[in-house]
T-cell receptor
Framework: KNQVEQSPQSLIILEGKNCTLQ??????????LRWYKQDTGRGPVSLTI?????NTKSNGRYTATLDADTKQSSLHITASQLSDSASYIC?????????????FGKGTLLTVNP | GAVVSQHPSWVICKSGTSVKIECRSL??????MFWYRQFPKQSLMLMAT?????????EQGVEKDKFLINHASLTLSTLTVTSAHPEDSSFYIC???????????????FGAGSRLTVL
């Protein structure tokens, strides 16, 4: 069964600290993996997208890693800011066919406190 | 970049009325659109997937007669909540998938969401 599991479900850190969010998936065959940030009451916004051949990709203070062999991805946030408080969602796309299906993780709710 | 416009951003309606939410892809052709529902402090819950020109595929437990989805063109999908009741109050989000008009790359972009309050 195609699944995306994210951990932790929620995380509280102090401003300025780093943190790492995890995403494990069983989706196969794999096409790409995306990380989204969703602020409360807003739609998700794309942070990174990684294909099979990419191991790491950065977007400012956000760095995503991908291990396609172990089917694991992580999102590392450096020097956290209050504005990083949001839900972070991992989405995996299955390859093949014109009507592909996306599998969403349930998200990690990050709270950055001053 | 790929942009999805969703509106209205918020709507208040009386119980028993119907509400339509629109989702438009502005600079790419959305071959597939997804509709989600999200309750406070919970994750996105996929309601249905629609391909242009085809009937939507609904997730288990989602009433297709209650939530009407139309995807008649490559740039527009609509969700109509029929005979809305207070329990339908929620945050509804669409996302569109397709190929960028200029880059040709696969895109997956979310709308900003629509908050529905049924009185």
């Amino acid at each position: 069964k195609n699944q995306v599991e994210q951990s932790p479900q929620s995380l509280i850190i102090l401003e300025g600290k780093n943190c790492t969010l995890q995403c494990n998936y069983t989706v196969s065959p794999f096409s790409n993996l995306r990380w989204y940030k969703q602020d409360t009451g807003r739609g998700p916004v794309s942070l990174t997208i990684m294909t099979f051949s990419e191991n790491t990709k950065s977007n400012g203070r956000y760095t995503a890693t991908l291990d396609a062999d172990t089917k694991q991805s992580s999102l590392h946030i450096t020097a956290s800011q209050l504005s990083d408080s949001a839900s972070y969602i991992c989405v995996v796309r299955r390859s093949g066919g014109s009507n592909y299906k996306l599998t969403f993780g349930k998200g990690t709710l990050l709270t950055v406190n001053p | 970049g790929a942009v999805v416009s969703q509106h209205p951003s918020w709507v208040i309606c009386k119980s028993g009325t119907s509400v339509k939410i629109e989702c438009r892809s502005l600079d790419f052709q959305a071959t597939t659109m997804f509709w989600y529902r999200q309750f406070p402090k919970q994750s996105l819950m996929l309601m249905a997937t629609s391909n242009e020109g085809s009937k939507a595929t609904y997730e288990q437990g989602v009433e297709k007669d209650k939530f009407l989805i139309n995807h008649a063109s490559l740039t527009l999908s609509t969700l109509t909540v029929t005979s809305a009741h207070p329990e339908d109050s929620s945050f509804y989000i669409c996302s569109a998938s397709g190929r960028g008009r200029h880059s040709g790359a696969n895109v997956l972009t979310f709308g900003a969401g629509s908050r529905l309050t049924v009185l």
